[in-house]
């Protein structure tokens, strides 16, 4: 809480964590900006075959370790690295994922700033394009409210163009209802993410890892699954624990989570680690 990024903890994030739980069973997972590990807890509690880890930060990898021993689970290998150059070396050997998520932190914080963070957004798009397996799921993130969410789509676009690779939009993510955005502010709608899956082969046959015939039970985007493919399942986890850095004098801190479903009126999921 003293020394990390908005208490250790994105709130606004836990839609895409009930998705990634019920996308996760048998695959290979590619957590980048992993920060306190909430995403690759939720991902080995879904059982994942393998799970990769990537952050800047040390201290933030060893929170996401107490959070799996916290919650019972593996979460594999941890890499303190930066993004770009960890992302560039898995392309190098040629590494593939069937889940990847790609969350990195605010990259545009005011309009002048727009055009460098589109072109470190398509890089890092680029590159995790590259590393996805076939039939292979991206969750692809913004967080700057400076850039528009027709401007995001556009820019993974281009960056799947790059990649030769045909990927199709399966869901949007955004953040919850408890994060409103007035009529008068609409830069508070600062949360874009998309599900995306790569096509197989033209002569692969059958689904891909961990995949079902379409079907949503999740009120969060129906409306946006394509019947047109195949989409991966969702049945939806829980997180048992959690732990939050801890406080100069303190021991750290831990408590019990509700199902995501429950998280937005659970008053005691107010601090915690992603």
Known sequence: VAGGHKTGFYLDQRNARTVIAGLAAGRRVLNVFSYTGAFSVVAAAGGAESILSIDSSGP??????RNASLNGVDIGEQME???????RGLRD?????DLIMLDPPKLAANDKQVEKASRAYKDLNLLAVKLLAPGGTLLTF???????????QKVVAGAALDANRTVRIVGRLAQPSDHPVPLSFPEAEYLKGLVLVAELPPRASGPPRGSAPLRCRSSWGCHSWTSSIRVPKLPFGWMKA??????????ALSMGVAPAATMASSASWQLATR
């Open 60 to 65: 933030a990898l060893e929170v996401a370790a």
């Open 81 to 87: 690295a930066d993004a770009f150059t960890a992302l």
């Open 93 to 97: 050997r040629a590494r593939q994922y």
């Open 142 to 152: 913004s967080c700057s409210g400076a850039m528009s969410t027709e401007l995001f």
């Open 242 to 251: 959690t732990v939050v850095p801890r406080l100069p004098g303190r021991g």
